[in-house]
């Protein structure tokens, strides 16, 4: 495997390639480290000792044999190399796609059009690449357009088992890579005992990726010595394989053997070979033992990620997000145009009409008006966007419409591809129906891309699901685990509209869940406005952290919603919107809530003229905004009520969560203020199925939070 590589790298370089980023499980990997990689011995022997400092990793960090390394490389013609080798969980196949989308990433970055410059490297056990779908997602991938790379080199390490799994118990195939026949793709089965056959095949690969730039396939045909880990006995399992395996002798003495009988070498050499390794690995853990045991184990940005920063959120102040009227008006007339040539469909030119109303002042802005405003205002601005998602050109509720089709030819053009001299680049990607692997791939884009803005949109929020191990191994836990960032957005629709359990919920409370450490930021907000402020703030600010946005459906034409356009040219995004509509001096109850539900507690109280009721929104719940929040509360002296109102299940939603920190909160300042819960009764499933049952929900959430409103007082306060 280590000569393949090699040659593999070798090879690139001398037909164009100058940047390889490598992605694989952990079997293999402390030799590719040091082998390949250049990582010093005694970096990694100092990992397998005891710490001087636990103190500096206490619930962070990962184990050795998933952590990283880049290198700058010289190949042996003199060839310049950047390589990298990327962080991976155990989840074997996790790094697939996520490599992919580094790869296109850097291509990107530096225009390399035809991926001649930058490639891929993967490499898989034969049990998980014709196991895990997500192989099978990463290939779909690679000759779409928004998603290709030029190919992948692809080696299989076919150890014949897959932890204790045989061949006929792990696949309906011949081969572990027949499932790459869907590409029609070169696939080399190589014996593993035949190191110059290795090589000679590693060539030939590099050499077809380059001139063909098509993924390459090969299958390393081998075993495994000692089984699945160190304390693995495989005897148990497979006694026949490992009665052959014991009696058979290993690569390196095979080819020692060959070389020796054509004289290549002799036998001294051999072992001056041998003692020569000894001794530096020797030198290596005295120097792991001595002057290194108290080397820090974490590395600074560098790079393209050397002006962004992570850390706490108080670490960086917010930035100015408002759109001055004169540049709004500029990019209002560009985004409200289409070519002469172009057959636009006529809806859509009613919504173009809309939007021109909306820019001038003469209606609020919808949510499609905001969100094409935040985008154009970041291109113009210098700031690439790549969007990406199923149907998010048009909008899965045909909302968004960032891109246009002919209605005669059938070609497509957006707005924002031509907003002017300079701007940066505009894409907006349909994907396939994938989420495992789609998410996988903007997350490696965009560790790569710290300067754009990019976002991935789940057809509905619940259908995150499908990519929760990116979201769990990756997009949570990158800084923690291997101090690496990423801005990447996330949009979920989320809102309770009788829709069924499977379109209602996008999972609130597993994010909030996740969250700790100011790792990622979550969202639930309520006007087009905060949208605009939260997307320029995102990137605007050098303070990298995904950013998780439960986004609405009923509300995208709710006209309540809509924002003037006073509150994007003088505004700026709030963590927390206090309720202007009512006299604090006779606030009686203060209910707080998140997302669609305020305008239901808005619309009920209008309807009762009910005046000693305050809404508070908490927009952005995590990192929570504690400090806002305590400070809008405090200017209701005379409530004895505090309330926390949500349309998801007791046990689902922001309910816990803010419980916990708000009280945590309260009780620090010895402000003894009960906080309340309102909303729909705990439930195994998301939301009911019956549009009657869910209005019917809703009627007793509304009366619930109004209820116990003495009448004598509300007269009075009515009066």
């Not at 853990?285 to 108080?314: C, I, N």
Request: proline share 5%.
């Amino acid at each position: 495997m280590i000569s393949l590589v090699d040659t593999v790298i070798e090879e690139s370089a001398e037909l164009g390639v100058g940047e390889v980023c490598i992605g694989m499980a952990h079997r293999g990997r402390l030799n590719v480290l040091m082998s390949i990689m250049g990582k010093p011995f005694e970096d990694v022997f100092l990992e397998f000792e005891k710490s001087n400092h636990p103190e500096e990793l206490l619930g962070a960090g990962d184990v050795k044999y998933h952590l990283g390394h880049f290198r700058e490389y010289k190949t042996s013609r003199g060839h310049d190399m950047y390589l990298a080798l990327a962080f991976n969980p155990s989840h074997l196949e996790a790094i697939t796609p996520v490599i992919a989308g580094r790869v296109r990433g850097k291509q990107d970055q530096i225009g390399d059009v035809d991926g001649s410059r930058v490639m891929g490297l993967t490499i898989h056990g034969d049990a998980a690449f014709i196991g895990q779908g997500v192989v099978q997602e990463s290939l779909n991938l690679s000759r779409l357009e928004g998603y290709r790379t030029g190919g992948s080199v692809r080696l299989v390490v076919n150890n014949q088992v897959g932890f204790t799994t045989d061949p006929k118990d792990a696949r309906s195939t011949p081969y572990a890579t027949s499932i790459a026949h869907m590409l029609d793709v070169p696939i080399f089965h190589v014996n593993g005992d035949d190191v110059e056959a290795v090589v000679w095949v590693a060539k030939l690969a590099a050499g077809f990726r380059q001139r063909f730039k098509s993924d390459v396939i090969v299958d390393l045909v081998c075993f495994r010595r000692f089984g699945h880990n160190e304390a693995d006995d495989p005897t148990f399992t497979q006694p026949v394989m490992y009665d052959l395996i014991k009696a058979h002798a290993s690569v390196r003495t095979i080819y020692q053997r060959e070389l020796l009988a054509r004289g290549t070498l002799a036998d001294a050499d051999a072992e001056a070979i041998d003692s020569a390794w000894l001794a530096t690995f020797d030198r290596a853990l005295g120097v792991a033992r001595g002057e290194y045991a108290h080397k820090t184990r974490l590395r600074p940005m560098h790079g393209v990620w050397s002006q962004f920063r992570g850390g706490p959120d108080r670490d960086t102040p917010d930035v100015p997000t408002r759109l001055p009227r004169p540049q709004l008006d500029a990019l209002a007339e560009r985004i409200v145009r289409w070519p002469q040539d172009f057959h636009l469909h006529s809806k859509v030119q009613r919504f173009a009409a809309e939007l021109k109303d909306m820019y001038s002042g003469a209606a609020p802005l919808t949510w499609q008006a905001a969100e094409l405003l935040a985008y154009a205002s970041l291109l113009k601005a210098g700031h690439p966007v790549r969007f990406s998602g199923q149907d998010v050109q048009r909008g899965t509720f045909s909302h968004r419409h960032a891109v246009y089709t002919d209605t005669k030819s059938g070609r497509s053009w957006s707005p924002l591809y031509e907003l002017g001299e300079g701007q940066a680049r505009f894409e907006i990607f349909n994907s396939p129906l994938s989420e495992y692997g789609v998410l996988g791939f903007e997350f490696g884009y965009s560790i790569c891309s710290p300067e754009s803005l990019i976002v991935w949109e789940a057809q509905f929020g619940d259908f995150a699901n499908g990519a929760q191990i990116i979201i769990d191994n990756f997009l949570v836990a990158s800084e923690d685990k291997w101090n690496r960032l990423s801005g990447l957005t996330l949009m979920l629709p989320h809102g309770y509209e009788g829709q069924g359990p499977e379109h209602s919920s996008a999972r609130l409370e597993r994010f909030l869940q996740l969250c700790a450490e100011d790792n990622i930021q979550v969202c639930n907000l309520t006007t087009p406005a905060q949208v605009f402020h939260a997307l320029r703030r995102q990137v605007l600010r050098p303070w990298r952290k995904p950013l998780i946005l439960m986004t609405p459906k009923s509300l995208l034409r709710s006209r309540p919603s809509f924002s003037p356009v006073e509150a994007f040219t003088d505004g700026g995004f709030a963590r927390v919107i206090d309720d202007e509509r009512v006299d604090p001096a006779q606030v009686e109850r203060v209910m707080l809530c998140s997302g669609k539900i305020y305008y239901d507690l808005a619309e009920e109280r209008e309807q009762r003229k009910e005046g000693r009721v305050a809404i508070v929104r908490v927009e952005q719940l995590y990192p929570f905004p504690e400090a806002p929040l305590l400070a809008v509360l405090a200017r209701y002296p005379g409530a004895r009520d505090l309330c926390w109102v949500q349309e998801e299940p007791r046990n689902s939603g922001a309910w816990s969560f803010v419980r916990g920190c708000l009280g945590d909160a309260l009780a620090a300042r010895n402000l003894q203020r009960p906080l309340k819960y309102i909303g729909r009764a705990a439930s195994a499933s998301p939301a009911t199925g019956s549009p009657d049952s869910h209005a019917y929900e809703r009627k007793l959430i509304l009366e619930e939070a109004f209820a116990n409103l003495p009448e004598a007082a509300r007269s009075a306060a009515n009066a």
